[in-house]
């Protein structure tokens, strides 16, 4: 199976910035897409952002764009979020996903990290 674990989240003052790691590992797996979710009090779980690993294509949530950059290192199997001119708003648990497919299944699944907190906030 995928493994994935998140490291970078914490406290940081508004105007601030975060570099946010997820590395998967496990067993024999492609992985086609890596992602970032966020989760605030009361709200559902949001999309992000996202890397298509082959093509490096990416997409963002609106509210991020122009301030977070998604990119991953291919031979690591890591995704990496730096997100600068941090907002109390961006204040979220945020989790690391992979849509990967491991070589004893026959369709790929979603995979998810254990979060990590991020708050802005002076």
């Known amino acids: 199976q995928v493994q994935l674990v998140e490291s970078g989240g914490g406290l940081v003052q508004p105007g601030g910035s975060l570099r946010l790691s997820c590395a998967a590992s496990?067993?024999?797996?492609?992985?086609?897409?890596m992602g970032w979710y966020r989760q605030a009090p009361g709200k559902g779980r949001e999309l992000v952002a996202r890397?298509?690993?082959?093509?490096?294509?990416?997409n963002y949530a609106d509210s991020v764009t122009g301030r977070f950059t998604i990119s991953n290192d291919n031979d690591k199997n890591t995704v990496y979020l730096q997100m600068n001119s941090l907002k109390p708003e961006d204040t979220a648990v945020y989790y690391c996903?992979?849509?990967?497919?491991?070589?004893?299944?026959?369709?790929?699944?979603?995979?998810w990290g254990r979060g990590t907190q991020v708050t802005v906030s002076s």
């Open positions: 996903n992979a849509l990967a497919l491991p070589n004893t299944h026959l369709a790929p699944s979603d995979f």
């Open positions: 496990g067993s024999r797996f492609t992985v086609y897409t």
């Open positions: 890397i298509t690993t082959s093509s490096g294509a990416t």
